[in-house]
């Protein structure tokens, strides 16, 4: 008997669980019996979107850990508990609660604190600092009272932090020591570039600014007082001034530790104990601590590696970033500061639109050895991988980050990068890996980003991910091909635009203008629903009946057998004792099987296509009308019981929800698309599972977008925040109508986002800044579906002519002898083969 | 009598299907007004035990003329029944003709001669 060794990891922060999840994926999770301690009262969250705790998410949509993670990979985690002492003879540790462990090998993970400057005053009320969830929350108890906000600290952080004071409505402040903004990252045309458009966003910028002293004041609860005498008044005080490495523990038990702090490790990460490992940033390296995530990932990747008998050395990381911080991008790349002995500066300013971009560039012009950034990412990704490869510039660097006025591209040919080119350095994914994972037939970004992970770290890397794509697909010689069948060499896309273009109306008309032959039930059914989803006329007009799916042809859902399934709308899932009861005699006279949906209504199955339009004439009377259970449309708005009766209830869900399925009822879409409203963010109606979900919190409506269950479940992104109702329909009319226009046939809004180039933020730009000036006609667009809206079934019991097909034989009033039901708890239920056979010999004896 | 009056031209649903008994048999017609076209074939789908063949899409593969099951979209060819995923599954396919603006149907006889 082979017994477990013990591994304990100290801290799970981000890089602490990235490290755990390391461990489990490789075989030696098996060798290990894992123990972590925690000092939060939380498991892992994403530290680095910290503020986006202030624009609506909450401390699980952070979050880092998969649900039930610990529990599956047999982990014991101690939660809020920490490490208080080891003894590296015995090669034991004790816990602040007690708990007392024998390890074969400890792992550091235990981060960083938020460095505080020894100013008088630094203690006193409402003087913050800004790192964990509890942080934010006393800053959200202190916003509560107080009106001005400042940060101390103008670096990365600090601007995150402003900008989450802003978002908590305090007039906002930073105050910075250097002489710019994120002095490390810009240089001063960089910094002052930075400072005008943080400043043009409301946040007011002091600069050369020492802090002396911290005091009561006047109109405030607190006055900064500098070294040049100037005074701010300010309620709160945020510190952002640098990090610290967490390394008490490692200096009460003798491990060799920094001059400045960290604890040193080698390059496998290893400590003075060679049982000992430190990773992330409390880790010092070649004299160097990393504040980032990715050389923390790199490290708990090379700690895996190293206990797995690999050969791996962490090299150090680079410190490249890129980010938007309020909504301004800004970036920096190597040696911004031309140190390089006789390097050479380009750099281009446009002080219109706000844009900065510097080259740093080595004496003999043929290699990058850093940029600047400001206003204009969009050159990051190919200046990065020129910069990390060596890859020889052209002839004029400076046409790098000229604009260019034509459509000559001077980006980077992907086909210059390396295999070992990283594309995504959150998950350290290289150019062979995407390439590898596309040659096994991952032909999406979608399918990409499930695969190997790229881009669905930061996101920087997607637009460098999605070329890497293309030019490896034409190089691998993928004929992509986007038609939709061989009667139309369209997708669904172009056909949408023809449409519009040509004002086409009938599947005919399509045929002849733009396909041959005669269709199929390919594309009959997307042009069927393309026109439906546009024009809005009822779909058994002749000229469309021919067109519609198995479901759409009788407004019913298929069985097995050949019968149908009839659902009612129930808006919002809300139903009175009455309709209830008629909805029970229908079911009861005509002997169907009923059964609960999971959108909240009521499925009757067994009809026979005869007695649908009696079914449905039933219905109607009493009230209901089509719920588009059989199309591709707008299904259901689930919603929670909300403030009307809830105790927890924030706002009252069940009414905008009823508002917003009668609104979008009948709106026919790529797919099927599901609603949810929750009236607090308890969140029981599920809305961050559904392609558009609203959450109701004291600010307004929260809004959520492109989630899914089903097959592959997502959970949707917060798309906006605060809204009033007017405002939240606008986005959503919007939302739905740019879907319609241009998903691919049968893309669901989730896969149709992720495939969006620019993603989440694009969708945004379009739906939210009319980045495409096309808002008014999306809801224009809307508001025809809306002004046409007909109960598809009430239109078809009227008429005639429609319900002619409604039976199953065109010259007898006979039924289809092959439709048999046997009874199940007290229900039928289709009759199986060989109960069928046993059947029939009963009626012949 | 081997052809049968089974409905006026104006109870078939153009560019789509319906079912008609003839012998006890469930026979689909589909019927293409465009080039006056009728195709009868068996009713049954041999992959899902039902009678729906009458309420696929019709259309054309490769030039065959074809209904694609509502149950699980095979397609079989109009006029030869055979499917086209699976060449060794064949459906009855019959005589179809209009006259005098009645439609007829021959289920003894295969084919569809118009």
Redesign the interface.
């Known amino acids: 008997m082979t017994t477990k060794k013990t591994l304990v990891v100290i801290g799970n922060g981000m890089v602490g669980q990235s490290f755990l999840a390391s461990l489990v994926a490789s075989p030696l999770k098996d060798e290990y019996t894992i123990v972590t301690f925690c000092e939060e009262p939380r498991a892992a969250y994403d530290r680095v979107h910290l503020s986006e705790f202030f624009s609506g998410k909450t401390a699980e949509d952070l979050s880092m850990v998969e649900p039930g993670f610990f529990e599956q990979h047999g982990i014991t985690i101690h939660i809020g508990d920490k490490a208080a002492t080891i003894d590296r003879q015995a090669k034991t540790l004790v816990s602040e609660k007690g708990v007392s462990i024998a390890y074969d090998k400890l792992v550091f993970a235990t981060g960083s604190y938020p460095f505080v400057p020894p100013v008088p005053g630094h203690d006193r009320p409402q003087c913050l600092v800004y790192r964990t969830i509890e942080d934010l929350e006393a800053m959200a108890a202190a916003a509560k009272t107080g009106k001005i906000g400042t940060v101390i600290g103008g670096g990365l952080l600090g601007l995150e932090a402003a900008k989450a004071l802003k978002d908590l409505g305090l007039t906002t402040h930073v105050v910075q020591f250097a002489p710019r903004l994120m002095e490390m990252q810009m240089d001063d045309a960089g910094g002052a570039m930075l400072r005008r458009k943080i400043e043009e966003l409301g946040i007011t910028v002091h600069t050369g600014k020492n802090t002396i002293d911290i005091s009561d004041g006047v109109d405030c609860i607190n006055k900064l007082v500098f070294a040049d005498g100037d005074e701010l008044e300010t309620d709160l005080v945020l510190f952002s001034a640098g990090i610290r490495p967490r390394d008490e523990l490692a200096r009460d038990c003798a491990l060799k530790v920094g001059a400045r702090g960290g604890i040193v490790i080698d390059n496998q990460c290893k400590t003075s104990d060679p049982d000992i490992y430190a990773i992330g940033e409390c880790a010092l390296w070649n004299d160097k601590i990393f504040g980032l995530v990715a050389p923390g990932y790199a490290m708990a990747r090379t700690v895996v590696a190293d206990l797995a008998g690999e050969a791996a050395s962490f090299t150090g990381a680079d410190m490249s970033t890129k980010l938007k911080l309020m909504g301004v991008d800004v970036a920096s790349i190597g040696d911004v500061h031309a140190k390089s002995q006789g390097a050479l500066v380009y750099s281009y300013q446009n002080g219109d639109n706000g844009i900065y971009k510097r080259l740093v560039v080595s004496q003999d012009k043929k290699q990058l050895l850093g940029a600047v950034l400001v206003g204009d990412n969009s050159g990051y990704g190919t200046l990065l991988q020129y910069c990390l490869n060596g890859i020889e510039l052209p002839e004029n660097p400076d046409a790098l980050i000229l604009p260019h006025r034509s459509d000559e591209s001077v980006g980077l040919g992907v086909d210059a990068l390396p295999a070992s080119a990283q594309i995504c350095s959150c998950y350290d994914v290289t150019k062979g890996a995407i390439c590898s994972a596309i040659e096994a037939g991952c032909t999406s970004i979608g399918a990409l980003k499930s695969e190997t992970k790229a881009a669905t770290g930061c996101g920087g890397c997607s637009a460098l991910l999605k070329s890497v794509m293309d030019c490896e697909l034409a190089r691998q010689g993928f004929e992509v091909n986007t038609d939709l069948c061989?009667?139309f060499a369209y997708t669904r896309q172009d056909l949408y635009n023809l449409m519009l273009v040509g004002e086409i109306k009938t599947f005919a008309d399509f045929l002849a203008k733009h396909g041959k032959?005669?269709?199929?039930?390919i594309?009959?059914?997307t042009i069927g629903n393309i026109l439906a989803s546009y024009w809005n006329e009822h779909i058994l007009e002749?000229s469309h009946?021919?067109?519609?799916?198995?479901n759409d042809?009788?407004l019913a859902n298929?069985q097995?057998?050949?019968t149908y399934s009839v659902v009612p709308r129930i808006t919002g899932g809300e139903i009175s004792p009455d309709m209830l009861i008629a909805l029970g005699q229908v079911g009861k006279k005509y002997k169907l099987y009923t059964k609960i949906t999971g959108g909240q209504r009521v499925d009757l199955f067994g009809a026979r296509?005869d007695q649908l339009p009696h079914i449905w004439k039933e219905l109607i009377d009493a009230g209901f009308e089509s719920g588009h259970a059989y199309g591709k449309s707008l299904r259901t708005v689930k919603s929670c019981v909300g403030s009307t009766w809830c105790r927890y209830g924030v706002d009252d869900s069940v009414g905008l929800a009823i508002e917003l399925e009668n609104r979008y009822k009948g709106l026919r879409s790529p797919h099927k698309i599901k609603f949810a409203v929750s009236g607090c963010t308890r969140e029981c109606a599920e809305a961050q599972g559904k392609d558009v979900g609203i959450i109701a919190t004291e600010n307004g409506w929260n809004l959520y977008v492109c989630g899914n269950g089903g097959m592959k479940p997502r959970h949707a992104d917060l798309f906006a925040t605060g809204l009033d109702k007017d405002t939240l329909i606008k986005y959503i009319d919007r939302f739905l109508s740019f879907y319609v226009r241009t998903a691919g046939r049968l893309q669901r809004t989730s896969v149709w986002m992720e495939n969006m180039e620019g993603g989440l933020d694009y969708l945004k730009s379009v739906v939210i800044h009319d980045k495409l000036g096309l808002c008014e006609q999306l809801e224009q667009q809307m508001q025809h579906v809306i002004d046409t809206y007909q109960c598809e079934w009430k239109t078809t019991i009227e008429d005639e002519s429609k319900l002619?097909?409604f039976r199953?034989?065109?010259?007898?009033d006979?039924q289809?002898d092959?439709v048999v039901f046997v009874e199940e708890r007290g229900q039928i239920r289709p009759a199986d083969?060989n109960e069928r056979k046993h059947f029939k010999l009963l009626e012949v004896a | 009598m081997i052809w049968q009056d089974?409905?006026g031209v104006d109870?078939?649903?153009?560019?789509?299907g319906?079912?008609?008994?003839v012998d006890q048999q469930?026979v689909a017609?589909f019927y293409?007004p465009a080039n006056n076209q009728c195709y009868a074939i068996n009713n049954?789908d041999p992959f899902?035990?039902?009678?729906?063949l009458s309420?696929?899409?019709?259309?054309?593969?490769?030039?065959q003329?074809?209904v694609?099951s509502?149950?699980y979209?095979q397609h079989f060819n109009l006029q030869t029944g055979v499917c086209l995923e699976d060449e060794t599954v064949k459906i009855p396919v019959y005589g179809i003709r209009i006259n005098n603006n009645r439609v007829e149907v021959n289920v003894q006889e295969s084919g569809n001669e118009l």
């Open positions: 061989e009667h032959g005669h269709g199929c039930e594309c009959k059914p002749p009946l021919g067109l519609q799916d198995t042809t009788f298929m097995k057998d050949g296509v002619k097909r199953h034989f065109i010259n007898s006979q289809d092959n083969d | 089974v409905c109870d078939l649903q153009p560019n789509s319906v079912c008609a008994l469930q017609i293409l049954f899902g035990h039902a009678n729906v309420r696929g899409l019709i259309g054309d593969i490769n030039g003329p074809v694609a509502p149950l979209k």
